[in-house]
């Protein structure tokens, strides 16, 4: 089957593994071991693997994987510092962590494991080089388990022992994911859905936009019957059809066109909304919506994307939506941006968070910002959640 976007599951679906330990435990060679390939580069001198590498993969019994391999977390020197800073940023998008230990030392092992308990990410703690031990005494992993709980494997990297356990290990610790289906309830097999799909500067040249094809695959997982078209095509793919669409999918930016059109009957909803859920906490962004109503001059909004794009003229995030936040509350209305990973930890001084979709996070990750914004008292909603609400249909989306 030809390798192409229908049948490649993007890193932001897959099980995110990260491998955590000291410098030199073998956290590189241990994911080359469970690969089966070279991937991560492995050497006798401390520090070597120095920003978290990141490599996808298919493993059984587990589907398709992220590993990430971090830095030494005992790294030290400004420098080190700051890469153990990164390993510790890694820990928000860990679906499932390994503690690679040699048993050297436990103290920072110990620290770790509380950091992922803390975070509630599961992990299963691995006793790796035990090929340098010869018989490994269960006094060592009983001490092991009490030091830093979960349970504890021993592993040869080198000779390949215990690679088995330790895979049906992460098979049993993976997390509830959530909602895995895109369209939820709003459609079933043998549904007619209308996908409208402005092609504008944003969509990359001779392709389509991540949300359009994840939820064109969800769609033909489903059995339902997906029609694409462009907003100028509406009119035309509706009278086409024998009945009216189960369900009509859009982009968010022309939600008030395409409510205008829409069969009586039928559902609506947008790529934005659809993400909104899959990713986060649809009934949060919604709520969190009636703050926009509450909005004066004198307050502050925070768009989040996560994309770390080259902004194009007419970008959403950047100039659509702080244009249409503007002319409903004031000029005065001061708007920060941030991209990609960069997340205030402090979001008290904000009165709304707003974010797109998050069709480029792990729902773990998306989550973890809904959490800092609910624990902070800061209102947080969607890209299409917003642009429903100040358009005035919200009340006629449908969510999944």
Not at 6 to 31: D, T, W, Y
Not at 145 to 174: C, F, H, M, N, P
Not at 392 to 397: A, C, W
Request: net charge neutral.
């Amino acid at each position: 089957m030809a390798d192409n976007a229908f049948n490649r599951a993007p890193q932001s679906e897959r099980l995110h593994i990260a491998l955590f330990g000291r410098r030199n435990v073998g956290k590189s060679s241990l994911i080359n071991a469970l690969t089966g390939q070279h991937i991560a580069l492995v050497s006798d001198v401390p520090g070597t693997t120095t920003d978290p590498v990141i490599k996808s993969m298919e493993i059984l019994p587990l589907g398709p994987c992220v590993l990430i391999d971090t830095a030494g977390f005992d790294d030290s020197g400004k420098v080190g510092d700051l890469r153990t800073e990164r390993t510790r940023e890694v820990i928000k998008q860990t679906d499932i962590a390994i503690l690679v230990t040699d048993a050297t030392s436990l103290d920072d092992e110990a620290a770790w494991a509380a950091l992922l308990k803390q975070a509630d990410v599961p992990y299963v703690v691995v006793l790796n080089k035990v090929d340098l031990m010869g018989k490994v005494p269960s006094t060592l992993l009983d001490n092991i388990a009490k030091r830093l709980g979960g349970e504890v494997i021993a592993v040869s990297a080198l000779q390949g022992t215990g690679l088995d356990l330790l895979r049906q290990t992460l098979a049993r610790l993976v997390p509830d994911q959530g909602k895995q289906s895109l369209t939820g309830d709003l459609a079933k097999a043998g549904d007619t859905v209308l996908l409208v799909m402005p092609q504008d500067p944003q969509a990359p040249k001779g392709r389509l936009i991540l949300p359009q094809v994840q939820t064109l695959r969800d769609l033909m997982d489903k059995g339902c019957i997906a029609i694409c078209c462009t907003t100028e095509d509406i009119d035309r793919s509706l009278a086409a059809l024998r009945e009216p669409p189960r369900l009509i999918i859009t982009d968010s930016q022309v939600f008030d066109i395409v409510e205008k059109k829409k069969p009586e009957g039928s559902l609506l909803t947008s790529f934005s909304v659809l993400m909104a859920a899959h990713k986060g906490d649809i009934r949060y962004f919604t709520e969190s919506a009636a703050a926009i109503d509450r909005l004066t001059e004198q307050s502050r909004v925070l768009i989040a994307e996560a994309c770390t794009h080259a902004p194009l003229p007419e970008d959403i995030g950047r100039e659509k939506i702080p244009r249409m936040l503007r002319k409903r509350v004031g000029e005065g209305l001061q708007i920060d941006i941030v991209a990609g990973k960069d997340f205030p930890e402090d979001l008290t001084s904000y009165d709304l968070i707003i974010h797109c979709g998050a069709c480029m996070f792990n729902r773990r990750f998306m989550l973890q910002r809904v959490e800092q914004c609910r624990a902070q008292g800061v209102p947080m909603t969607n890209y299409g959640i917003a642009i429903a609400h100040l358009k005035g249909i919200l009340n006629k989306v449908s969510l999944p």
